[in-house]
């Protein structure tokens, strides 16, 4: 008996690793939809705009991943890419969520503070923004404040 439930827990918990949603997976899924806008920008490219721009906050992060999704005739690829982006950030600590008039935004971290995602909404888009990196104090303060820029 003890080792059916130990086989059982086992099988769950690979069925729920396997079934794990990522960013990469995301990008994968929707890179190539119609309506669908993805940018990677990874740790090469961040510290050459950190240093042009004397951003201490690029210099923090190795990766930004951006998914967009316009809305048009295809409303399932919108609801399909929120019950996947839902998912991703289920494993997420909520930062901030805030809605007004139909347009909402939100941010997650994760418990190491080493990634942090802002998914929002309106109207026509649902944006999806990845970063990873070192996701201090100072770096928590600017997703709050909406202030990560890239230029």
Do not use: H
């Not at 439930?5 to 949603?21: H, N």
């Amino acid at each position: 008996m003890r080792r059916m439930l130990l086989l059982l827990a086992l099988a769950s918990v690979l069925v729920s690793v396997s079934s794990a949603q990522t960013v990469d997976g995301m990008i994968g899924k929707y890179a190539y939809n119609k309506g669908a806008v993805t940018v990677t920008l990874p740790e090469t490219v961040l510290r050459k705009m950190a240093r042009r721009d004397d951003n201490d906050l690029l210099r923090k992060l190795t990766e930004i991943k951006v998914i967009s999704i316009t809305a048009g005739e295809d409303d399932d690829l919108r609801a399909s890419f929120m019950e996947d982006a839902r998912r991703l950030t289920g494993s997420y600590d909520v930062l901030y969520s805030v809605s007004n008039d139909g347009k909402w935004v939100s941010a997650y971290l994760n418990g190491e503070c080493t990634e942090a995602i802002t998914l929002s909404s309106d109207d026509e888009t649902v944006t999806l923004l990845y970063m990873k990196g070192d996701i201090d104090d100072q770096m928590q303060d600017a997703i709050l404040n909406n202030k990560i820029r890239i230029k």
